[in-house]
């Protein structure tokens, strides 16, 4: 299994724009889908967004879709989520998956999971 530490998160007002990172450690991360999930307060987990180990395929949740972007470098173990156009209801803890498997859209799926950042959209 891959260590998983995410970073970006922050407070932007609507219409803006965040990065989030997502550093991996402790195994071969190339071989790994990579996938962001977010939990608002109240809420269940949810996708987001997930890339396969080569990057050459990328999947989307309907509300993120045209807004979000994943991408990947493998020679710097790191996965990205580029958050455009943001709305207040983007706001929640969002997290960084990891599993050995096609696209990762199911959080039962995950085999790794970072420690959250949390993303707050103002109005």
């Known amino acids: 299994q891959v260590h998983l530490v995410e970073s970006g998160g922050g407070l932007v007002q609507a219409g803006g724009s965040l990065r989030l990172s997502c550093a991996a450690s402790?195994?071969?991360?190339?071989?790994?889908?990579m996938a962001w999930f977010r939990q608002a307060p109240g809420k269940e987990r949810e996708f987001a967004a997930t890339?396969?180990?080569?990057?050459?395929?990328?999947y989307y949740a309907d509300s993120v879709k045209d807004r979000f972007t994943i991408s990947r470098d493998n020679a710097k173990n790191t996965v990205y989520l580029q958050m455009n156009s943001l709305k207040p209801e983007d706001t929640a803890v969002y997290y960084c998956a990891a599993a050995r498997t096609y696209l990762l859209t199911y959080r039962g799926s995950v085999t790794s999971w970072g420690q959250g950042t949390q993303v707050t959209v103002s109005p």
């Open positions: 890339i396969t180990w080569s990057g050459t395929s990328t």
């Open positions: 402790g195994g071969s991360f190339s071989l790994y889908t």
